[in-house]
């Protein structure tokens, strides 16, 4: 369900499947261990296309808005427009947006750099 990479000094956590809602705290509570551990690293977050459901969405909101309180950069990749917008769009106004890109590539450059 889930893996992990550092890359360029960007924790890269990519999520294969959506776990439905009876493991979406799971989930939360995977990636948040992880930036805990890692934290100060950015962390990019990958939805695969068999990832990319409700619970997987909801885990990773909850996931920034623990990044947020840590003040730790986060964004998240996924290649369907449907859930860029539905994860823009319920982000949340305080703090940083979270920002989504389509490609992983630019993700982590961008994490870099951001971090650097």
């Not at 890692?38 to 909850?62: D, F, K, N, Y």
């Not at 917008?85 to 982000?91: A, G, K, M, T």
């Amino acid at each position: 369900m889930l893996s992990h990479t550092l890359e360029h000094g960007v924790l890269v956590i990519t999520v294969g499947q959506d776990p439905g809602i009876d493991g979406r705290a799971t989930l939360t509570t995977r990636i948040t261990n992880l930036v805990d551990a890692h934290q100060p690293t950015p962390v990019v977050i990958v939805l695969t296309e068999r990832a990319a459901g409700p619970a997987s969405v909801s885990a990773v909101l909850r996931a920034h808005q623990w990044c947020r309180r840590l003040g730790v950069l986060m964004c998240v990749v996924t290649h369907s427009a449907p859930v860029r917008r539905l994860l823009e769009n319920n982000s949340g106004t305080s703090g940083p947006r979270l920002v989504v890109h389509a490609r992983v590539d630019t993700a982590i450059t961008t994490a870099f750099t951001a971090a650097a």
